[in-house]
């Protein structure tokens, strides 16, 4: 399977204009059995590679996901990490922030959520949603109990991006890999899948009026996500956008960015110390007898 992370990776200071990302792109694979094969095969290199992570225990992976509505995140996070330890790999979905969580500064709900080294921490959603949907809809910043003379649009969003910038930055210094994946999910794909969670009663439960409601307003998300990815995306912690029409490539297409961001990690199991072999030594001979 040939896939060229490089390809989906926004370059810092690219201006992103998201009609020219592709949202289908040729599959890696020409068979549905193919790409179990495929994904099988990544799902087995990322469970040996989290064991790694978790055991030399210097670094942490934080994956960010974010897309509109019904564009696979779930399916994503669940296909790609099922084979990875529970132990060592937490998942957060963000939602509307709490009374409490409003009454931080807008990263404060998140930063709790941090793995910690030797771990996989996954945000579905995340503090990015502060760029996107509140962008979006500034009514949400009247909650947010902002000092009024720091809600000058024509600064707040700048000030933000250089937040998460600077926050990424120390993360990374500090031994954290941050992946970020938007899903680029075409607006009449969406519709199909919306359609879908009506029609098939198993998928009832998914529907949600607002994702309707929220399609009016899908120009103003794709500006607001161009703006953020051309301010967010650095080497230290690279956006990738991934085309999302076909589920099964983008999951494929994202098992391999992990992969090779985890292979490219200096990483080994700890060594142990003469006395420390000698010890073992002493203590599989008691076991034997």
């Avoid at 949603?129 to 109990?145: K, S």
Wanted: overall charge positive.
């Amino acid at each position: 399977m040939k896939i060229n992370p490089k390809k989906f990776r926004v370059r810092e200071g690219v201006r992103v204009k998201l009609d020219a990302w592709p949202t289908r792109i040729r599959p890696v694979y020409r068979t549905k059995e193919q790409y179990r094969e495929y994904l099988e095969a990544d799902i087995a290199k990322l469970s040996s590679l989290q064991q790694l992570l978790y055991a030399s225990n210097r670094y942490s992976l934080l994956l960010i996901f974010q897309a509109m509505d019904a564009a696979g995140k779930d399916g994503a996070i669940r296909h790609v990490m099922s084979g990875v330890n529970p132990q060592g790999c937490q998942v957060f979905s963000f939602k509307h922030p709490s009374a409490t969580e409003l009454e931080h500064d807008f990263m404060w709900r998140t930063t709790r959520c941090l793995p910690e080294r030797g771990h996989i921490g996954i945000f579905n959603r995340s503090y990015y949603e502060e760029v996107l949907i509140v962008r979006v809809h500034p009514e949400i910043l009247r909650g947010e109990n902002i000092p009024p003379k720091l809600l000058d649009e024509k600064t707040l969003w700048q000030r933000r991006y250089r937040s998460i910038v600077d926050f990424e930055r120390h993360l990374f210094h500090n031994g954290t890999t941050i992946l970020k994946f938007f899903l680029h999910l075409s607006k009449e794909e969406q519709r199909k899948r919306l359609l879908e969670r009506i029609d098939d009663p198993e998928k009832n439960w998914k529907f949600s009026i607002s994702d309707v409601e929220e399609r009016r307003f899908w120009k103003q998300y794709m500006q607001a996500y161009e703006d953020c990815l051309s301010a967010t995306s650095t080497p230290h912690a690279p956006w990738h956008v991934v085309p999302a029409d076909d589920k099964d490539n983008a999951r494929l297409i994202i098992s391999r960015i992990v992969l090779d961001a985890l292979e490219a990690l200096d990483m080994s199991y700890p060594r142990l110390t003469q006395d420390q072999k000698k010890e073992l030594l002493s203590l599989r001979k008691r076991l034997v007898k």
